[in-house]
């Protein structure tokens, strides 16, 4: 069986009781920090182009962008608020695991509940903490013993498109079987490569926002009876294998799944930077 359907299978029996209380308790400081960095990003270049565009592209008001009054199709509002939280550099990141995972699910669960309208704040929590769980096992799992990143990927944004995908299908209440198509969709839409960052292209600040728009899609197209390849990770074709020539560690992806969570080893970060520069910022000042 496919990981896919392991996934779904969590996040589909995963209650807020479930969740150990420093889980929720990671959450919730994630969910605040990504407002605050998000806030923070707002003005800058990149950012303000994106949302600028969606703004204008205008359509069905369902989701808020963070620091307007205007709402938008909860697409284009996560896109918007998730692009906006990574444009400084200054959101979670699992460091193991060297991508962010909050970016990927926070801005899905308050862009969909809203638009639904029935989302409670458990279950906004309960959502999110299995998005960050599913976003640090996918790149956990990847090149075990060596750095993901030396494959090219912008890891945040080449695993958000399923994380995503699978966050959102959550909040929408979809079933296991929906939930697998979700993510075979996501997948179907990776990308994001990491010449952005050589070439110091706005780009790098874009990707994110291009996951969460593809992933709340995806739930949106298989909540509609769409489907996606079922193998999408371990296939013959699948991601690992694709993405990453078969170099992967399925025990790091599905070991304790459920009753281990990812986001206790989430970090906030300091300051806007990757963590490499940091400890120098910390003997300067």
């Avoid at 075990?144 to 958000?160: A, C, E, Q, R, Y």
């Avoid at 952005?196 to 874009?206: I, N, S």
């Avoid at 193998?231 to 020539?245: H, K, P, T, V």
């Avoid at 459920?258 to 986001?263: L, V």
Wanted: aromatic fraction near 6%; proline fraction near 5%; charged fraction near 20%.
């Amino acid at each position: 069986m496919d990981a896919a359907y392991l996934f779904a299978k969590n996040f589909v029996n995963t209650k807020y009781e479930n969740l150990p209380p420093e889980v929720v308790e990671a959450t919730k400081k994630e969910i605040l920090d990504l407002l605050g960095v998000a806030l923070g990003g707002a003005n800058q270049p990149g950012a303000t182009h994106v949302c600028a565009l969606v703004k204008e592209w205008g359509g069905k008001e369902e989701s808020s962008i963070i620091g307007s009054r205007q709402k938008v199709p909860a697409p284009n509002a996560a896109q918007a608020n998730a692009t906006m939280a990574h444009t400084l550099d200054f959101d979670d990141v699992h460091e193991a695991a060297v991508m962010h995972p909050g970016i990927a699910s926070i801005p899905v669960v308050l862009a969909v509940g809203e638009a639904q309208g029935n989302l409670s704040g458990r279950e906004l929590i309960t959502c999110a903490a299995l998005g960050v769980d599913m976003m640090c096992r996918l790149a956990l799992a990847t090149t075990p013993g060596k750095s993901p990143i030396d494959l090219g990927w912008h890891l945040t944004s080449v695993f958000g498109f399923m994380g995503a995908a699978a966050t959102a299908a959550r909040a929408m209440g979809l079933d296991e079987e929906t939930i697998v198509n979700a993510i075979g969709i996501g997948y179907h839409q990776s990308g994001g490569n990491g010449q952005c960052v050589k070439d110091g292209a706005l780009t790098k600040r874009l990707g994110p926002g291009f996951a969460v728009k593809g992933g709340i899609t995806a739930a949106l197209m298989a909540r509609a009876g769409v489907t996606g390849a079922k193998n999408s990770l371990e296939g013959e074709w699948g991601f690992y294998r694709q993405y990453a020539d078969g170099d992967y560690s399925r025990e790091i992806l599905a070991a304790d799944l459920g009753k281990r969570f990812e986001g206790v080893n989430v970090a906030i970060k300091p300051y806007p930077c990757c963590r490499w520069a940091q400890p120098a910022i910390d003997g300067l000042r």
